[in-house]
Each structure stands twice: as structure tokens, then as C-alpha cells.
């Protein structure tokens, strides 16, 4: 990559079509359109394209705004991989590939595109809190709605038996990927939620929506072993009470409210 690129913008008065069309046609560098101006950026000087818009300009008789300047050539990937950072959360350290482990803590690699479902977000790293707390050594884990992976990914590194699933087949893909990046594996996946399985768990999580929460309340709590933990999350503050009249009948453990979102931990005390 070049240190430096090269910037051309011009603004016609009138006749953008044109314009446009012309640059189309003596270009094959990268060109943006934005707010009437058209932008062209290239690695090799556009002297020659800048004198052949000054002069289709006076043909037209209109007038043209050009400005062409010389721009420092910014190295994206390592500005990207500087703005994504490292988490601490309770015992485990969860960090992008290109950052180093953390001794003493319990080592957790996503590459994310988007900090939810990296440990950012509020309601994945009070999930993640809740693993830490709760969620102990050989337990049959199943998560609900898998996104990243994260969650299932912080059961395997405790030792768990982990199931996976979700709606979305790509969600699924992705998670499969971040579990062999971690170097673990995961004990079943399929794609759609808890109404496929017939299976029961010691610790059942649902990071979601309140909304989907509560239409697969009866779902999820069938999927619970007699004295198994429900973690759930993805609910703003503002629905909490409707979320929780759906799993009254269970006892509920823990609340973790950050901010507008709140994450809940329920037992089953009764008898599946």
C-alpha cells in the first residue's frame, strides 16, 4: 500500500449527470458519490483527469468546483484492530486474535465485527458474569441463540457440555468457527430454538429480546433439569416486569441491571 492517495472533488453547478458520466468513463479508480459532489481517490496522480474536467467545464459553460488533494494513505486493518479492545470479566479475559492472553485468567478469542457479542455490550458481559458465577465444571449447557458464540464458548472453558443453537444458519457457521479458534468443541448444534430438542439441561441461557423471551418462555423452562439455572438477558429495564410475570414459577436467583438492560438468574425448583 502507498503512503499517500490522491483526492479529486469536484461539485458541478449543473448538468451532474454528465459529469458523472465523464469521470465513469476516464476512470477506473475508486469514485463516491456524496451531497452533489463527486469524489474520485486513487494511489496515482489525477492531474490529467483534473484538467480534463476543467475543460469539459468551459465547453459547458458551466461553472465546476474542483479541489485535488494529497491525503495520508491510512492503514485501516491496523486502525480497526486498534479500536477493538481487550475485557476483562470476572475470571475470564476475552480479546481479539492479534492481543495477547492474560495469565491467571480463563482465555476467551473473538474476532468481532461489532462489540455485541464481544463482551462489551451490557447484556453479554453480565452473562458472562453469571457464567462466572453459577455455571460450574461438567454442567449440560444449551444456548439459546447462540450469535457469537461467547457465552457457549465461556461453558466450554469451564469444563461444561455445551449445545448451541439459533434461527439464523450463519449465526450457527459463525460460532462453530470461534469455538475452533479457541481450540474447544462443542457438543451439538442445529438450527432453529429449543422447540427441537427434547433434551434437558443443567443451565439453559437466552441473551435475545424481551419480546422473544416471552413468546418462548414455556419452551425454555422445559428444557430445565429439576434444580437447573435459566440465565436470560437482552431485556430493557422498561419491560422487566413483563419478562418476569413469565417466569414466575421459578426462583429467581440474581439480577444484573447495567444500564437500560437487565439479565436475570432463575432455579427450578420443582420437579421437571
Known sequence: MSKYYFELT?????????????????????LEECDGAIIVRSEDELDDLKFGIE??????????????????????????????????IGSFFIRPSWEEKKEG?????????LSFGSGHHETTSSCIEAIDEFVKDKQTVLDVGTGSGILAIAAAKRGCIVD??????????????????????????????????DKKYDVVIANIVADVLVMIASD????????????????????INRVLNK??????????????????????????
Open 105 to 113: 485468567k480463563i482465555d476467551i478469542i473473538i474476532d468481532p465485527a
Open 10 to 30: 469536484l461539485k458541478p453547478q449543473n448538468h451532474y449527470e454528465l459529469f458523472l458520466d465523464l469521470v465513469d468513463s476516464l476512470t477506473e479508480d475508486a
Open 55 to 88: 475543460e469539459f467545464s468551459k465547453a459547458l459553460d458551466t461553472k465546476c468546483e474542483i479541489s485535488y488533494e494529497k491525503k495520508d494513505n491510512i492503514d485501516w486493518i491496523k486502525q480497526y484492530q486498534q479500536s477493538v479492545k481487550s475485557i476483562e
Open 164 to 197: 448451541i443453537c439459533d434461527t439464523d444458519e450463519v449465526c450457527v457457521v459463525d460460532t462453530k468457527s470461534n469455538f475452533e479458534l479457541n481450540k474447544i468443541s462443542f457438543n451439538d448444534s442445529w438450527i432453529g430454538s429449543t422447540s427441537k430438542t
Open 247 to 272: 417466569f414466575k414459577d421459578l426462583e429467581q436467583i440474581k439480577l444484573i441491571h447495567k444500564n437500560e438492560w437487565v439479565t436475570v438468574i432463575f432455579k427450578n425448583n420443582k420437579e421437571s
Open 220 to 239: 425454555l423452562k422445559k428444557c430445565m433439569n429439576e434444580n437447573g439455572l435459566l440465565i436470560i438477558s437482552g431485556i430493557l429495564d422498561k419491560h
